[in-house]
């Protein structure tokens, strides 16, 4: 059974499922090309926990660079409001998918600021604004965002 926390934070039971299960994995190009149109980098799915975790050290790089506000990552607990979109926690993100070429920087992850339970995907967005990237709302839900990807059913999570 895979570990349920990565960097402190509960992964979706979902998510866990399907990991388990050996079915948390890439649902093809085109899927993905039609749940996130805007998203133009191919992405590789993020197998298990332990490379979540390792994946997700690179927010920490970009969110204690103070030189790289490009890639709008920062620490919430820093700040005196609230960080909304277009800026990723990343004490309240865990990256589920990466880009497949190396330097690409893309992203999905988890952002837990919405629902410590089923929190939503949000995605890295370089393209609206070269200039610089916003983390952009895929899908309200993960559960709502395995769905979208036909690979689970509310039932199989038990």
Not at 55 to 66: V, W, Y
Not at 105 to 128: E, H, K, M, Q
Request: charged residues 20%.
């Amino acid at each position: 059974m895979a570990p349920s926390t990565v960097r402190g934070l509960t992964l979706p039971a979902p998510l866990t499922s399907l990991i388990d299960r050996g079915l948390w994995r890439h649902p093809g190009d085109e899927v993905l090309a039609k749940i996130i149109p805007w998203f133009q980098d191919q992405l590789s799915f993020v197998p298990n926990p332990e490379q979540m975790a390792y994946a997700s050290q690179s927010m920490d790089m970009f969110a204690d660079d103070p030189h790289s506000a490009f890639f709008r990552r920062t620490r919430g607990s820093r700040g005196v409001t609230p960080l909304e979109l277009p800026w990723l926690d990343v004490e309240q993100a865990v990256l589920i998918a990466t880009t497949r070429t190396p330097g690409d920087d893309g992203a999905l992850a988890l952002d837990y600021r919405t629902d410590p339970s089923d929190p939503r995907i949000v995605g890295s967005d370089f393209w609206t604004d070269p200039l610089l990237c916003q983390w952009r709302v895929v899908a309200p839900t993960f559960s709502g965002f395995v769905l979208s990807l036909g690979l689970w059913l509310p039932q199989s999570c038990h």
